[in-house]
């Protein structure tokens, strides 16, 4: 799906550090949610270094959805990164 970037009308941002446990429900669940909203949306999840297997379950669940992006830092840039990378959309690529 394509889309222009100035149609998106939600970005949703979240951070990731060692989910694994955790994120394929979440990344799931937000899916799930997007859909429902009817809205233009983009999805950017920040893998902020983890150490376990998060970001190979994270890019399983949405590494080729037309409408998210993960962010994958080799290691921990700390919470700031996430507010660092709050203008990369996937509207601007």
């Known amino acids: 799906m394509t889309f222009e970037n100035n149609s998106l009308e939600i970005s949703l941002v979240t ?6 446990g955790e994120i394929k429900a979440n990344l ?3 899916l799930v949610t997007m859909e429902k909203l009817g809205k233009d949306w983009e999805y950017i ?3 902020d270094g983890s150490t376990d297997n998060s ?6 669940v949405i590494g080729n959805h ?5 962010l994958h830092y080799q290691n921990n840039q700390g919470k700031g990164v996430d507010h660092r990378r709050i ?3 996937i509207g601007e690529q």
């Open 15 to 20: 951070p990731m550090f060692n989910e694994e």
């Open 28 to 30: 799931e669940r937000i």
């Open 45 to 47: 999840l920040v893998d």
């Open 55 to 60: 970001y190979q379950i994270a890019f399983d």
């Open 66 to 70: 037309p409408r998210c992006n993960i």
């Open 87 to 89: 203008g990369k959309r």
